[in-house]
């Protein structure tokens, strides 16, 4: 369990955050025209259409960016630095993103841009679970 600052999510992002209760990552989707939205927003980010769910996605992905933070000022991190975290680009969808810790045995150390990683959920104290990234 995991004691860090729990999320706050909108109703927009409501359905995301019941698929990580279920060990599912679900991206908002376009009915009308196919496209994945992220982070939820009330209509469709290309055809600006309102027929809009949730799709589960594979949860693997590559690294399109990070950072290794040394020091935090979040409450929740401060004892767990060296920590990264980073926009990881989903396979689904051209530019398709979403920020993310990025753990794992010497992480620090093995992160890169274009590395393979794949999703997990962390259940954090008081919340329920969120999705983290490990590299493959
Ligand atoms: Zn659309």
Known sequence: M???TAPEPSELARPFWEGCNEG?????RCRTCGTFI?????????CRGTNLFFDEVSGRGRIDTFTVVHR????GYQDITPYVVG???LPEQRN?????????EGVTARVAIDAPVEVRFEDVAGFGAVPVFELT
Request: aromatic share 12%; proline share 9%.
């Open 2 to 4: 995991w004691t860090r």
């Open 24 to 28: 599912r990552l679900l991206i908002q």
């Open 38 to 46: 992220h982070h939820p927003e009330p209509e469709c980010t290309r």
């Open 72 to 75: 935090s000022f979040v409450p």
């Open 87 to 89: 926009w990881i680009l």
């Open 96 to 104: 398709l993103r979403v920020f993310s810790a990025i753990l794992g």
